[in-house]
């Protein structure tokens, strides 16, 4: 009999969002895959269905799978090992696997820390897993898999990496029908694709070289639009969000991409993240005509010292000249700051609140902390040096301060983030500007201002 699979994706700690968009993701090839392969496999995502630790208790005694396999960011690691603990002690015989960002960098520490797990799937796990429970299947232990880390008589071994799947192509679209699409559809009214993987560019903060490679991968254009077809024509969604981290990294890709739209007559608005040197104004009125609604991509800060000691590659000219382009095309710039980078003063932090205000988005809701996920250049660094602060994996929501350095207190930094939130919504000329796109506009714009007005002054009584 052919071993059942379950795979999971852990709740986030109390407080946060988690990083569902590419939990989902992950979970949705593995489990292609798994089915292309007539394996029985189903989903247990806790962060879709708003699920407790005692939830999934009763949910893996209900389906008694054979194998378990679990995904985790950061951030979700810790509720990943107390699952692998629920799920050993509801089914003893069951295997445990373990894969995603953050064990990638932490295989060893995974397996001391939790001896319920059985194994940890390094980097890319689609054939990776495909082989595991093959294995299962035929009673055979797990010698020789690439890409896994694993107990073999009583020691840790870490087996070599698993060769990047170079034919993305080859992959099955993600089965995203074993989640309960209804509420996945309430949970966000938009799904997510990936064409790519891979960067040829290493930002200190970044681990997705070490993750998928100093290579761009992608997908045809044609599988892609073949997938965005699928899913408006199946599930009828007209909104996507692409999750590559350089998006446009081959402009003559993306304007093939967006030519197969048109044909296609495909109705539907996307987002993508990319970089703000891979664009033109040329590919951006492309994109526009395809149904793009909106850029994101990482300024990070508005100093030129903190963008090179992050070894960002980029210019603030660059950055204010390309944001020019998307607001005179129409299109929402989503810009992602980071602060308190190591060199990060005060004084270079608000230059970097003003440069965003330059920018003129509509909202803000991207100004992250500074955090130092395992596997990172960042990571490696601040350990070395003495400055990690914060080992619960749990405040690793880039919302708070992880480590201090010799420029900034971790409590310099968290008000700084607070009082950039603050200066942005209560400028004047945010107001109007807002009023200038309708009265509900203008309103809500008004209605934010005042919250944020009443929170800092909240904050300056209470450090008074």
């Given amino acids: ?30 489990g292609a895959v798994l089915e292309e392969n007539k394996y029985p496999v ?37 509720s990943a090992l107390k699952l692998a603990k629920i ?24 397996l001391t820390e939790c001896l319920e797990l059985d194994v940890v799937v390094r980097k890319e796990g689609e054939y990776t897993l495909l082989e595991l429970v093959q294995r299962v299947e035929a009673n055979k232990n797990f010698d020789g898999v690439q890409g896994i880390t694993h107990r073999k008589n009583g020691k840790i071994v870490r087996n070599p990496d698993r060769p990047y799947i170079e034919d993305l ?26 064409a790519s993987r891979g960067c040829v560019f290493w930002c200190e903060f970044c681990a997705t070289v070490r993750m998928h490679g100093r290579k761009f991968r992608m997908r045809s254009p044609k599988n ?19 999750c590559d981290d350089a998006f446009t990294v081959e402009p003559e890709r993306t304007e093939e991409l967006c030519r197969l739209i048109l044909e296609r007559k495909l109705k539907i608005k996307w987002n993508c993240g990319t970089r703000i040197d891979m664009l033109s104004k040329e590919l951006l009125v492309t994109m526009r005509e395809a149904g793009c609604v909106s850029v994101w991509s990482g300024v990070e800060s508005g100093t030129q010292e903190v963008l090179d000691s992050m070894h960002k590659g980029i210019t603030t000219e660059q950055t204010l000249r390309v944001y020019g382009w998307i607001r005179e095309l129409g299109l929402k710039p989503v810009p992602n700051v980071i602060l308190g980078f190591p ?19 509509d909202e803000v809701g991207f100004y992250n902390i500074a955090t130092p996920f395992p596997g990172t250049p960042l990571y490696d660094s601040v350990k070395e040096k003495g400055w990690l602060r914060v080992t619960d994996f749990d405040k690793y929501d880039t919302a708070t301060p992880i480590f201090e350095t010799p420029w900034l207190t971790m409590k310099e930094l968290k008000q700084l983030r607070e009082q950039a939130f603050h200066h942005f919504y209560t400028r004047p000329s945010y107001v109007v500007r807002m009023f200038g796109k309708g009265w509900m ?17 909240n904050s300056k009584l209470k450090s008074s």
């Avoid at 060199?343 to 988005?361: C, D, H, L």
């Fill in 1 to 30: 009999m052919k071993p059942h699979v379950t795979l999971v994706n852990p709740p986030a700690p109390s407080g946060s969002t988690g990083h569902m968009p590419f939990a989902l993701l992950g979970l949705g090839y593995l």
């Fill in 42 to 78: 189903d989903v247990i995502d806790c962060q879709v269905l708003q699920l407790s630790f005692d939830d999934f208790r009763t949910e893996i005694v209900r389906r008694k799978p054979d194998i378990v396999g679990l995904t985790s960011t950061t951030l979700t690691y810790l």
């Fill in 87 to 110: 799920a050993k002690e509801e089914l003893p015989k069951c295997q445990i696997f373990i894969g995603g960002p953050h064990v990638t960098f932490w295989d060893d520490k995974a």
């Fill in 169 to 194: 192509d080859s992959l099955p679209f993600p089965a995203r029908h074993l989640w309960p699409m209804e509420k996945l559809r309430k949970f966000e009214d938009v799904l997510y694709l990936a």
């Fill in 224 to 242: 892609v639009v073949d997938e965005l077809e699928f899913l408006h024509k199946t599930y009828g969604v007209t909104n996507f969000t692409f």
């Fill in 343 to 361: 060199g990060e003063t005060k004084e270079s932090a608000w230059k970097t609140i003003k440069f965003v205000e330059k920018i003129s988005p």
């Fill in 441 to 457: 506009y203008g309103f809500a714009a008004l209605r934010t201002a005042a919250a944020h007005l009443i929170m800092s002054l």
